[in-house]
């Protein structure tokens, strides 16, 4: 079986990997910048299902965590994955309360958070000012992921058993046959011929699909994640930290430490829109964080490129091979560094096996038809 990988994403990239370690599945892979130029570089790279809804999209994510250690000690980089819990915090009475009926909630779907008393906080995260704090939860399943070196390892294994990597090399096409299948990829440097196509394209899968007559909607979803210079740890004992609002145009703020010193900070949720990539909003991101937590300040910061989250319109992932053209595989999604470890897995199994993976049942391209 010959498979053609559209994007050299964390999502691709994971697919290759798993296609590449079955016996008789050629994989080539095609990109047409440079492995995770995409989404996955602008990342926050943080594992949760804190706020996934519904059930089935919750367990999904969740069940994909839980993978993420064996996932990374596989690829050979083990410290690309830490997870030492997320830790948020809420300032109003309306947050507390907002934040423990959450916590309800997920408890009441098994999901290992809980409500934790400020001073349990403090013992946690002696750096915290915690005067303002009125909840704080705490859940120890979350973590993040070195995501460019969990890209790079996966393509280098799947290289190892045979895969092709064409960096540099934009998808232009799809060739069909008279009965409808894709017989190859047209790519700026020549057609690569194959047997089953999976586009993991990032924002461009839309585009790619269509050209199959595939049609999946995808609202613009832009996103900032700014960085500081290298600064000594920061955090005692937690990989995330959720601080709140400081008024109504000070959204609250989530922020990790990289194993090099930097730390990334983001506003709102995982899903919140931004595109303001200026030096005074990276400041103002910045000073949000050190007002909780003062060894932040001194730190410089950095603004970075606004980064497109993958989404399609109901904000659930796009999964499946798709009725209209059976030898396409669709793999679009929000969340993928999360997703990453369970997806690649469940459409190895679908692409190369034939099963039709009863979790996957909710993200067929066909709910938009
Ligand atoms: C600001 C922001 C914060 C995020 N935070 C989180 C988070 O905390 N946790 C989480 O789990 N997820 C998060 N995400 C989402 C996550 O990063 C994405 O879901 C994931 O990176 C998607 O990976 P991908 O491989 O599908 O897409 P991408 O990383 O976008 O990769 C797609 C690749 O396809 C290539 N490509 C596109 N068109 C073509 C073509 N025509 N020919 C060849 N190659 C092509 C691109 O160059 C790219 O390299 C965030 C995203 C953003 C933008």
Not at 146 to 151: C, L, S
Not at 152 to 180: F, I, K
Not at 342 to 360: H, M
Request: with cysteine; net charge negative; aromatic share 6%.
């Amino acid at each position: 079986m010959r498979v053609a990988v559209i994007g050299a994403g964390i999502i691709g990239a994971s697919i290759a990997y798993n296609l590449a370690r079955r016996p008789g599945v050629e994989v080539t892979v095609i990109e047409k910048e440079r492995p995770g130029a995409g989404a996955s570089s602008h990342s926050f790279a943080w594992t949760n299902a804190f706020d996934k809804e519904p059930l089935h999209y919750h367990t999904l994510n969740r069940d994909s965590m839980e993978l993420w250690h064996r996932y990374a000690h596989g690829l050979g980089v083990a410290d690309a994955f830490e997870c030492r819990g997320r830790l948020q915090l809420e300032n109003t009475a309306e947050g507390a309360e907002v934040l423990r009926a959450r916590v309800r909630r997920l408890q009441s779907w098994g999901y290992r958070c809980r409500v934790m008393e400020i001073g349990e906080v403090s013992a946690l995260e002696p750096g915290l000012v915690t005067d303002s704090f009125t909840a704080a939860s705490y859940s120890a399943v979350e973590g993040h992921v070195d995501v460019p070196r969990v890209i790079e390892a996966c393509l280098r294994l799947a290289q190892d058993r045979g895969a092709e990597v064409l960096t540099g090399r934009a998808v232009t096409g799809l060739q069909r046959s008279d009965n409808g299948k894709i017989d190859a990829v047209e790519t700026t440097g020549g057609s690569v011929a194959c047997d089953v196509v999976a586009v993991a394209g990032g924002t461009s899968t839309p585009e790619l699909a269509a050209h199959a007559g595939v049609l999946i909607p995808q609202p613009e979803s832009p996103g900032i994640v700014i960085r500081t210079d290298p600064r000594p740890p920061l955090l005692a004992s937690v990989s995330v930290l959720h601080l709140p609002a400081l008024g109504p145009d000070r959204a609250d703020v989530h922020l990790r430490q990289t194993k090099d010193g930097v730390v990334q900070i983001g506003q709102g949720t995982q899903e919140s829109l931004n595109e303001d990539d200026s030096q005074a909003h990276a400041d103002d991101l910045l000073d949000r964080g050190a007002r909780y937590f003062p060894a932040l300040k001194g730190a410089t910061a950095l603004p970075q490129p606004v980064g497109y989250r993958p989404m399609p319109a109901d904000g659930l992932p796009v999964l499946g091979f798709a009725k209209s053209a059976r030898n396409l595989y669709i793999a679009l999604m929000h969340s993928g560094v999360t997703l990453a470890p369970l997806v690649s897995e469940l459409a190895t199994l679908e692409i190369v096996d034939g099963a039709q993976v009863e979790a996957l049942a909710p993200y067929r391209v066909e709910r938009f038809s």
